[in-house]
């Protein structure tokens, strides 16, 4: 079996977690460094790791090019142990990446992590993997389909018992599938969904009850709670992150976020709008710029943006949760 040593930032997570689960599910041995210490103390557990690992893969970013941070250095020891080295390029642009990055090949898996994906794999030599929607046809269920993908968090909510599985990844954020676990899935391959909300989510506490207040809502207005939640970096806030048009100390994450949440929507709604809400927790100029990608998927007058204070604004379909 292949061991594979994945090296990334914290700030890229999502993606890391999601390819983490994909790899073993393609029959690889992958390593990540979520069982240690936050503070790792970077000596002989780090390199006796990536010294017998067959593979290191580097997830490039901003963030990860940081010389204090421990990517940098756990490149240095792959390259000096002459380790086959994969880098796949996870978030901003190239003037943001070290030459030595950028000069050699990269997988570029921004926004497009699922047709990245078998590019990876089959520099591994690992088993081809399907993506979330060639994977409905083949599962009774939504908690089915978690079993595959791994990564599921099931919760109950409104006296549903619901699995939330990551299916979007991107360097900062994850679009989730939110549905009733054991209720025969819908046929989505042909965009067959029940009416459904979409939360995003781009700001405030890891563990808040904005998920569960929007399947309340769902539930209370008679449908099945079948909710697209698209999650983002849990420091953006208003006075922490840059307005959306500046390129430089933050807007490479407000970009990536507007295309996650684009190709979040267009992978489980393909276009449909009749009977979905869609509800912003997150700053203004970034639901903005969202809605503006939206457009192209709705006719226009059923576009209207988020305005005022209320924690959810509804951009469309219903009224306001609160």
């Known amino acids: 079996m292949t061991s594979v040593f994945l090296s990334y930032s914290r700030d890229n997570k999502p993606i890391a977690d999601r390819l983490y689960h994909d790899l073993k599910r393609a029959g690889l041995s992958p390593w990540q460094d979520t069982d240690l210490a936050t503070e790792i103390q970077w000596g002989q557990d780090i390199r006796g ?24 250095r756990e490149l240095a020891e792959a390259e000096r142990l002459n380790k086959r080295i994969l880098r796949v390029w996870v978030a901003g642009e190239a003037g943001q990446l070290p030459a ?23 520099d591994l030599g690992g088993q081809a993997v399907s993506s979330p929607r060639d994977l409905i046809a083949d599962v009774p269920s939504l908690s089915a389909m978690a ?5 599921a968090v099931p919760f109950r909510a409104a006296g549903h018992s619901l699995v939330r599985v990551p299916v979007v990844p991107s ?25 459904i909300a979409v939360l995003f989510k781009f700001t405030g506490p890891e563990h808040d009850d904005s998920l569960a207040e ?3 809502y769902l539930v209370s207005v008679g449908r099945t709670p079948w909710v697209v939640y698209v999650e983002g970096p849990k420091q953006m806030g208003e006075n922490r992150v840059p307005k959306y048009e500046l390129p430089n ?17 267009r992978e489980w709604v393909k276009g449909r709008h009749q009977g979905m809400s869609v509800f912003f927790h997150g700053p203004n100029p970034l639901a903005f710029a969202v809605g503006s990608r939206l457009r192209e998927m709705l006719p ?6 988020p305005r005022g204070q209320s924690r959810y604004t509804t951009v469309f379909g219903a009224a306001n949760v609160k």
Request: no cysteine; glycine share 8%.
């Open 147 to 151: 079993d595959q993908l791994h990564g």
């Open 49 to 72: 790791r990536i010294e017998a690992a067959d593979a290191f893969i580097l997830l490039a970013s901003p963030e990860a090019a940081d010389p204090a941070r421990y990517v940098v």
């Open 249 to 265: 100390d933050g807007g490479h994450v407000w970009a990536d976020q507007v295309e996650l949440s684009e190709r979040a929507v």
């Open 300 to 305: 226009y007058e059923l576009l209207h943006y």
């Open 171 to 195: 360097g900062y954020g994850m679009g989730w599938l939110v549905g009733p676990a054991d209720d025969p899935l819908p046929d989505m391959t042909r965009g067959l969904l029940p009416p």
């Open 214 to 216: 929007v399947v309340q």
């Open 100 to 122: 030595a990055w950028t000069e050699r090949h990269m997988i570029d898996a921004r926004g497009r992590y699922w047709q990245a994906l078998p590019k990876l794999l089959a």
